[in-house]
Nanobody, 124 residues
Framework: QVQLVESGGGLVQAGDSLRLSCVAS????????MAWFRQAPGKEREFVSS????????SYADSVKGRFTISRDNARRTVYLQMNGLKPEDTAVYYC?????????????????WGQGTQVTVSS
C-alpha cells in the first residue's frame, strides 16, 4: 500500500499563491496516476486536478483552469499543485490521491490511496 503525505497548505489572502506537495512511498511512483481533490465544510469532496503516470495528460476542474498547475517529479516521488490567484472559494482541505493505472481519472472512486489532507484557507 502506498502512503501519501501532503504539505504546503496555509492561510493566505485573496490573490496570493501556494504550492502544495505530495510525497509518495510504497509502490513505484512512476506507475501511479495522481490527482488532487478538495473538500470544503459541508460539501462533497470535489475533483481539482489530475496527471497520468507519464505526465503527458493533465486535467483541471473548470473552476481552477488558468490558475492551478499540476506537475510531478518521478525521481522525487512527488506531485505538486501550484495555486496562483487564490480565491476565498478555494478554501478547503486539499487531498492527494493515487491510482495504480496509466491513465488519470476525474472520479473519486477511481483512486485507491489518499493522503490525510492539508488545509488551505484564503481570506478576502
Amino acid at each position: 500500500q502506498v502512503q501519501l503525505v501532503e504539505s504546503g497548505g496555509g492561510l493566505v489572502q485573496a490573490g496570493d499563491s501556494l504550492r502544495l506537495s505530495c510525497v509518495a512511498s510504497g509502490r513505484t511512483f512512476s506507475t501511479y496516476s495522481m490527482a488532487w481533490f478538495r473538500q470544503a465544510p459541508g460539501k462533497e469532496r470535489e475533483f481539482v486536478s489530475s496527471i497520468d503516470r507519464s505526465g503527458a495528460s493533465k486535467s483541471y476542474a473548470d473552476s481552477v483552469k488558468g490558475r492551478f498547475t499540476i506537475s510531478r517529479d518521478n525521481a522525487r516521488r512527488t506531485v505538486y499543485l501550484q495555486m496562483n490567484g487564490l480565491k476565498p472559494e478555494d478554501t478547503a482541505v486539499y487531498y492527494c490521491a493515487a491510482r495504480n493505472s496509466f491513465s488519470d481519472s476525474l472520479m473519486r472512486s477511481a483512486y485507491d490511496y489518499w493522503g490525510q489532507g492539508t488545509q488551505v484557507t484564503v481570506s478576502s
